[in-house]
């Protein structure tokens, strides 16, 4: 029975089990900051070519 108590002592005392967490909320926080950013970039990035796109057509075209 004593060697179950240390071995559940020793658990309860470890501390890798919350740093784990920790490190997989940052993890999660840093993939959306990632998701957020290129979501943004790729909006922005079409509105340049689109609004390109429409220049060379019009400048094609004589307009």
């Given amino acids: 029975m004593t060697h179950f108590l240390k071995h559940v002592a020793r658990f309860l005392a470890d501390e ?3 740093t784990a967490v920790e490190y997989a909320v940052m993890l999660g ?3 959306m ?3 957020s950013a290129v979501a ?3 909006t922005n990035t079409t509105a340049s070519y689109t609004k390109s796109s429409t220049s060379i057509s019009n400048a094609m075209n004589g307009k």
């Fill in 33 to 35: 900051a990632c998701f």
């Fill in 16 to 18: 890798d089990g919350p």
């Fill in 40 to 42: 943004l970039v790729g």
């Fill in 29 to 31: 926080l840093i993939m």
